[in-house]
């Protein structure tokens, strides 16, 4: 592998290198794929724009950055040696202990080798005459393959140039999924973080002890749950070791990928003293249970959602007690869960100190950004010296559209998802052969699930997929234009009867300007989902065009 590239006819020029796949990203999802496909004999390579493997975890190296997956679930099935091997040292490690991880995996199954860092992959043009895709790279390389799969990731393009006036700025600025690997000082410094959610709460509750002042751009409260963190005894180490099969049944079998899942039945059969235990149990056990673990109702059931909110909003506003706070920081006007439900460690209480300020961003949006800070709509300047993004991404898509890929009859998938947002499965697209997505639209992974679950199962059944082709001497697949109507329609109906779809979030496109509109995330759950796709198998991928 990894051959030098050989030299073409013309002078200068060399041919492209050959391999049976290329895979974009080496984080959770990349590094598995690699392992699977190189595993099955096939000539592989991994294709990283970072300098080590990690992706989402080694990118996002932001004060506080912490998983809110316990660790025990975020993690890889494929090999109990593997599991036998690591310790998680809590139940919620931080950014640097999961991208050791990811290290150690890389290490441990010698990826590393058939990984090319420090390159992004510029454009793959599906070639009809030869059936192959043809991948050009920023460091001038060609690759010829195959097959094509992305794990580029969800969570892996920031958005940027949000606000006009950007470079004026005479301070620092930072997104949060850009951090520099060197410590940023605050010392003495006037921060401003601008965003709230999961990303933001992280940075604003590690940093405000540490800064001189920190004013928050606030555009929409978070519901919030205190993290309960902890750290693993060795006996609990070795009570998930020796689960290990269970857990791993468990967060296969489940809604959101978790070893939780909707347990307690209907909310209507529940007495309302029954409903308030459940809800103060898992308020108590700190993670994200209350949301996806609770009653399957809160996602679906306005009334039980309306409840449940009253609930969280009651336990938020007693952490905090002030009523001006409250109302700043208390969230209203949309339903517990329908946005992506944040853990955090004394993220309320952080408003209380002296040097910690709020701007309602909503009243007096941020107008651009001035060499002193940032401009609201009210003419007020906040004066700065560092200045903290915390806005997110373009989840889902924006790892693929900043790429030209191109299938057959040169259509561009940038162009295709300008218009629509549509997949088969969640990861074939119509007209695109031989090109396989994970986390990518109307998949769970996409948005709804844990990710490492979703992103093993995806491997897993891509590999699957790629081997039937091998076996019968096939040389490319590709989902037929009714087929991939079938899945965004029943994507669709699925949607419809989720409140997800109605609340304005990354989930649904809706912090992405232009971005088509339509639930990312499939919603019927992990488990559902992973039916579907194992019928499509065992069934030959008979609905499929295989040539
Ligand atoms: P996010 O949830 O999209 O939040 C972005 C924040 O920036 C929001 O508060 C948003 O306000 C604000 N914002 C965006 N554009 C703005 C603008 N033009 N003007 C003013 N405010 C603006 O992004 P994130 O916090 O990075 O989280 C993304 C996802 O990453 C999470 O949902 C989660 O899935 C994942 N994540 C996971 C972990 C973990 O496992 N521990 C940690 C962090 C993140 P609005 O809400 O009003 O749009």
Redesign the pocket.
């Known amino acids: 592998m990894n051959n030098p590239e050989t030299p073409a006819g013309t002078p200068g020029v060399s041919a492209p290198q050959r391999y049976d796949a290329v895979i974009i990203g080496a984080g959770i999802g990349g590094l598995y794929q690699l392992y699977r496909l190189r595993g099955a004999g096939l000539k592989v390579i991994a294709i990283d724009a970072g300098s080590s493997v990690g992706g989402t975890w080694y990118w996002?190296r932001y004060p506080g950055?912490?998983?809110?997956?316990p660790s025990h679930v975020y993690q890889y099935w494929f090999s109990e040696a593997l599991n036998d091997a690591w310790d998680w040292s809590e139940r919620f490690p931080a950014q640097p202990e999961t991208e050791r991880y990811l290290n150690f995996v890389a290490d441990r199954f010698e990826l590393r080798k058939d990984i090319r860092f420090s390159t992004r992959v510029l454009s793959c043009d599906f070639d009809e005459t030869c059936q192959r895709w043809q991948i050009q790279t920023d460091t001038g390389s060609r690759l010829d393959a195959k097959y094509l799969i992305s794990c580029a990731g969800t969570?892996s393009t920031p958005?940027k140039n949000?606000?006009e006036g950007e470079d004026n700025f005479a301070g620092e600025v930072y997104h949060?999924?850009r951090w520099p690997r060197q410590p940023v000082d605050f010392t003495g410094k006037r921060v401003g973080v601008?965003?709230?959610?999961?990303?933001?709460?992280?940075v604003i509750q590690t940093i405000a002890p540490q800064v001189q002042s920190l004013t928050v751009?606030?555009?929409?409260a978070?519901y919030t749950i205190p993290m309960r963190n902890r750290v693993y005894s060795n006996a609990q180490r070795a009570d998930f070791k020796a689960r290990f099969q269970d857990i791993k049944t468990a967060v296969r079998n489940s809604f959101v990928g978790f070893d939780f899942d909707f347990r307690y039945g209907s909310y209507h059969d529940a007495s309302p003293q029954a409903r308030r235990e459940v809800l103060e149990t898992l308020w108590d056990d700190g993670s994200l249970a209350l949301w996806a673990g609770s009653y399957g109702e809160i996602f679906n059931d306005q009334a039980v959602n309306d409840e449940v909110s009253a609930f969280v909003r009651e336990k938020m506003s007693e952490r905090i007690k002030d009523p001006a706070l409250i109302q700043q920081l208390v969230p209203t006007g949309y339903g517990f869960g329908t946005?992506?439900v944040?853990?955090d460690t004394g993220y309320l209480e952080t408003f209380l100190r002296p040097n910690v300020q709020i701007v309602d961003?909503?009243a007096a949006?941020?107008e651009r950004i001035v060499a002193q800070g940032v401009q609201t709509a009210d003419g007020q300047v906040h004066e700065l010296d560092v200045l903290i993004l915390?806005?997110?991404?373009d989840?889902s898509t924006g790892a693929l559209t900043q790429i030209d890929i191109r299938g057959r009859d040169r259509q561009l998938l940038r162009d295709e998802w300008s218009r629509d947002l549509r997949t088969t499965l969640g990861m074939m697209v119509h007209k695109f052969p031989n090109l396989f997505l994970t986390a990518a639209p109307l998949s769970p992974g996409a948005?709804l699930c844990n990710a490492p679950t979703c992103l093993q199962h995806q491997v897993e059944w891509i590999t699957d997929c790629i081997l039937f082709l091998e076996k019968n001497h096939r040389v490319t697949v590709e989902p037929t234009q009714e087929q991939q109507d079938r899945w965004v329609a029943h994507h669709d109906e699925m949607a419809a009867t989720s409140l997800l779809a109605k609340t304005?979030?990354?989930y649904t496109g809706a912090?992405v300007d232009g971005k088509p509109k339509r639930l990312l995330a499939y919603a019927g759950g992990v488990n559902v989902y992973r039916e579907h796709c194992d019928a499509v198998a065992a069934q030959g991928y008979a609905d499929f065009r295989i040539l």
Do not use: C, E, H, Y
């Open positions: 996002n950055a912490r998983v809110d997956s969570l958005l949000l606000f949060t999924a601008v965003g709230t959610g999961a990303t933001g709460i992280q751009f606030q555009r929409t978070p946005r992506r944040p853990l961003i909503k949006p941020i915390a806005t997110g991404f989840a948005a304005r979030s990354w912090n």
